[in-house]
C-alpha cells in the first residue's frame, strides 16, 4: 500500500512540473484584405490601393496569427477591430485557436459594402503580458 501511495505522489509531482512549462507568447503576424463582388461572387484577382463604395463590393479581412504549432490556450484571445472613420464598423474576439503544425491561426471577418471613408483595422491579443498588435489603413474615397 506504501509502495503504490509513493508511486501515485511521484506520478502527481511529475505532472505537476510537466504543466509548469509556460506556452509562448501569440503574435499577429499580418492582416490581408482581399475585395469579394457580390456581383460575379468572386474574390478580386488584384488588391487595389484605394477602394471606392460599390454597393456590390465587400472586404474580406484575414488576420494570421502566429504561436507555436499544435497548441490551445483558453485565456488568450485575439480583438479585431474595424473602424470607417471614427465609428466603429465591426468588432470580432476569436477565443478558440488551434496553431496548425506551422504554427499558424487565421481569423477572417467579412465587411458589408458602402464603405465611403478610410478603413482601420486593429487587432490585438489578449490575455498576454507582450503586447502584440497591427493596424491596417484602407483608404476609400465615395466615388460619387
Known amino acids: 500500500m506504501k509502495s503504490?501511495?509513493?508511486?501515485?505522489?511521484?506520478?502527481?509531482?511529475?505532472?505537476l512540473n510537466a504543466q509548469v512549462e509556460p506556452i509562448s507568447d501569440y503574435k499577429i503576424s499580418n492582416i490581408k484584405v482581399i475585395p469579394f463582388d457580390s456581383k460575379t461572387g468572386e474574390f478580386a484577382k488584384?488588391?487595389?490601393l484605394?477602394?471606392?463604395?460599390?454597393?456590390?463590393?465587400?472586404?474580406?479581412?484575414?488576420?494570421?496569427?502566429?504561436?507555436?504549432?499544435?497548441?490551445?490556450?483558453?485565456?488568450?484571445?485575439?480583438?479585431?477591430e474595424v473602424f470607417?472613420?471614427?465609428?466603429?464598423?465591426?468588432?470580432?474576439?476569436?477565443?478558440?485557436?488551434?496553431?496548425?503544425?506551422?504554427?499558424?491561426?487565421?481569423?477572417?471577418?467579412?465587411?458589408?459594402p458602402l464603405m465611403c471613408k478610410d478603413i482601420t483595422i486593429n487587432a490585438r491579443i489578449l490575455g498576454q503580458k507582450t503586447d502584440s498588435g497591427i493596424a491596417k489603413m484602407i483608404p476609400f474615397k465615395c466615388g460619387e
Do not use: C, Q, W
Not at 4 to 15: D, E
Not at 92 to 109: A, H, T, W
Open 50 to 80: 484605394t477602394y471606392y463604395n460599390a454597393i456590390s463590393t465587400s472586404l474580406f479581412v484575414i488576420v494570421e496569427v502566429s504561436g507555436k504549432p499544435g497548441i490551445f490556450e483558453s485565456k488568450k484571445k485575439v480583438e479585431i
Open 84 to 112: 470607417e472613420g471614427e465609428k466603429r464598423k465591426a468588432k470580432k474576439i476569436e477565443k478558440n485557436m488551434l496553431f496548425s503544425e506551422k504554427g499558424k491561426f487565421y481569423i477572417s471577418l467579412l465587411l458589408d
Open 46 to 48: 488584384h488588391t487595389e
Open 4 to 15: 503504490l501511495l509513493m508511486i501515485i505522489l511521484t506520478f502527481t509531482a511529475f505532472n
